[in-house]
């Protein structure tokens, strides 16, 4: 148990068998009490107390209790308020980081009980690599089909995927953006025409990501990329109505000598707490082949619903359930320009870089029928639960227009 005095009052938490439990603590760290009007639109502050953590884990989860709530954490380090799943725990390394965070928050814990904290797993499920599958190519759609064809094969396979749809010096200018950022880590080989790392392997939370990465964030071409009008056509072919573009933004980077960093098969009905109308929309920034490592999704996986998850290596430390007559995925070397859109509960993963030099970048972000409910955490710049400051302050510094600046704020979901 961990107690500790607050300057406004005296806050409880508690950890047992591996769950964190808090009481009188906002999403913030700070006692309930001091919610603004923004924080109180998010939930209901008699039955759901935040506290935000550093470490990995599980994946963010809850039930509502009486003036508390359980929390968990997931490998990027965050944990908030979300819906019933499955039974996720923390892992041991938490408490450290439960002791740290505190400490810094003025609130000096006494003692702290480790706990059994171990993931519950299934022995059948647990490594999907011990699984015999087989791979098939993408199933191609074009936007020169009618709207209804591509909603229906959408519906069927739970992802559409459209060749070169994004303009090859759209790609070019957005990757070379970066490639300012990421130097002296990461240039562009000529020849390949196509990133290479320079000779320093490394990932999500390396120290080398967290210097670069909150200088890609920052850039203002970077969040623009999803709100031009290409792209919001494109979502409205899915959706069928208005789209809401998530504020979380991501970029992905994948140097070889990382194997085993890559991100295990997920749903992101899961990791974004999202319901049936949220997608997933990824885009090739170069080509990419078999050896730099592909986005690869298990078609007709959405249609079976959220998977309970399991303690897995890679980004956000967890991995879902995959069926043992599951073992077809559709994969394909992809091209400049290339978009991938993919259902909330469609299962993808990444695959390894197995190559020498060449690094993989691609970008992502999600968007939902406009007025679905959006939960909160995909309000924040991607990885500001773990790089201080990391925060849209830091990233608006120096934007030359303020249209997307908040854009969010007046969204009539957000929970």
């Not at 303690?311 to 430390?317: C, F, N």
């Not at 924040?380 to 790089?387: F, G, K, L, N, Q």
């Given at each position: 148990?961990?107690?500790?005095?607050?300057?406004?009052?005296?806050?409880?938490?508690?950890?047992?068998?591996?769950?964190?439990?808090?009481?009188?603590?906002?999403?913030?760290?700070?006692?309930?009490?001091?919610?603004?009007?923004?924080?109180?639109?998010?939930?209901?502050?008699?039955n759901?107390?935040?506290?935000?953590?550093?470490?990995?884990?599980?994946?963010?989860?809850?039930?509502?209790?009486?003036s508390?709530?359980?929390?968990?954490?997931?490998?990027?380090?965050?944990?908030?308020?979300?819906?019933?799943?499955?039974?996720?725990?923390?892992?041991?390394f938490?408490?450290?980081r439960?002791?740290?965070?505190?400490?810094?928050?003025?609130?000096?814990?006494?003692?702290i009980?480790?706990?059994?904290?171990?993931?519950?797993?299934?022995?059948s499920?647990?490594?999907?690599?011990?699984?015999?599958?087989?791979?098939?190519?993408?199933?191609?759609?074009?936007?020169?089909?009618?709207?209804?064809?591509?909603?229906?094969?959408?519906?069927?396979?739970?992802?559409?995927?459209?060749?070169?749809?994004?303009?090859?010096?759209?790609?070019?200018?957005?990757l070379?953006?970066?490639?300012?950022?990421?130097?002296?880590?990461?240039?562009?080989?000529?020849?390949?025409?196509?990133?290479?790392?320079?000779?320093?392997?490394?990932?999500?939370?390396?120290?080398?990501?967290?210097?670069?990465?909150?200088?890609?964030?920052?850039?203002?071409?970077?969040?623009?990329?999803?709100?031009?009008?290409?792209?919001?056509?494109?979502?409205?072919?899915?959706?069928?109505?208005?789209?809401?573009?998530?504020?979380?933004?991501?970029?992905?980077?994948?140097?070889?000598?990382?194997?085993?960093?890559?991100?295990?098969?997920?749903q992101?009905?899961?990791?974004?707490?999202?319901?049936?109308?949220?997608?997933?929309?990824?885009?090739?920034?170069?080509?990419?082949?078999?050896?730099?490592?592909?986005?690869?999704?298990?078609?007709?996986?959405?249609?079976?619903?959220?998977?309970?998850?399991?303690?897995?290596?890679?980004?956000?430390?967890?991995?879902?359930?995959?069926?043992?007559?599951?073992?077809?995925?559709?994969?394909?070397?992809?091209?400049?320009?290339?978009?991938?859109?993919?259902?909330?509960?469609?299962?993808h993963?990444?695959?390894?870089?197995?190559?020498?030099?060449?690094?993989?970048?691609?970008?992502?972000?999600?968007?939902?029928?406009?007025?679905?409910?959006?939960?909160?955490?995909?309000?924040?710049?991607?990885?500001?639960?773990?790089?201080?400051?990391?925060?849209?302050?830091?990233?608006?510094?120096?934007?030359?227009s303020?249209?997307?600046?908040?854009?969010?704020?007046?969204?009539?979901?957000?929970?």
């Amino acid at each position: 148990m961990v107690k500790g005095e607050h300057t406004q009052g005296k806050i409880e938490t508690v950890i047992c068998k591996g769950k964190l439990f808090c009481n009188g603590l906002d999403h913030g760290g700070r006692p309930v009490g001091t919610l603004g009007d923004h924080d109180r639109r998010r939930f209901d502050s008699d039955n759901m107390k935040v506290i935000r953590l550093i470490g990995p884990g599980a994946g963010p989860n809850i039930e509502n209790r009486t003036s508390c709530a359980e929390l968990r954490t997931n490998g990027a380090g965050y944990t908030g308020v979300s819906r019933p799943h499955a039974g996720i725990v923390t892992t041991n390394f938490i408490v450290d980081r439960i002791h740290k965070l505190l400490s810094q928050r003025g609130i000096m814990p006494t003692t702290i009980a480790q706990c059994d904290t171990r993931l519950e797993h299934s022995t059948s499920n647990r490594n999907t690599n011990n699984i015999m599958s087989n791979n098939q190519e993408f199933v191609l759609s074009s936007v020169h089909e009618d709207a209804e064809t591509l909603r229906a094969r959408f519906q069927e396979l739970g992802y559409l995927l459209i060749k070169k749809y994004i303009k090859p010096e759209k790609c070019d200018a957005m990757l070379h953006s970066f490639l300012a950022q990421l130097s002296p880590y990461i240039s562009y080989d000529e020849d390949a025409e196509c990133p290479a790392y320079n000779g320093t392997p490394f990932s999500g939370t390396d120290p080398i990501w967290d210097e670069v990465y909150p200088k890609m964030q920052a850039l203002e071409e970077f969040h623009r990329f999803f709100h031009e009008e290409d792209v919001l056509e494109l979502m409205k072919t899915v959706t069928g109505t208005e789209a809401f573009v998530y504020p979380i933004k991501m970029a992905r980077i994948s140097t070889p000598g990382k194997q085993g960093y890559e991100t295990p098969p997920h749903q992101d009905a899961y990791s974004h707490h999202a319901g049936p109308t949220m997608a997933g929309i990824w885009v090739a920034l170069h080509d990419v082949s078999q050896e730099m490592g592909r986005v690869k999704v298990l078609p007709g996986s959405h249609k079976k619903g959220v998977r309970r998850v399991f303690e897995a290596e890679g980004v956000g430390g967890v991995q879902c359930e995959i069926f043992p007559e599951e073992t077809t995925w559709h994969v394909s070397d992809f091209e400049k320009g290339d978009v991938l859109i993919f259902h909330s509960c469609c299962i993808h993963k990444a695959e390894p870089n197995k190559g020498d030099k060449l690094a993989r970048i691609s970008i992502d972000t999600r968007f939902c029928d406009y007025g679905a409910p959006v939960f909160f955490t995909n309000l924040e710049p991607h990885h500001s639960w773990r790089i201080e400051g990391l925060n849209w302050d830091s990233i608006y510094r120096d934007w030359k227009s303020e249209e997307l600046q908040y854009y969010w704020r007046d969204y009539p979901e957000l929970f």
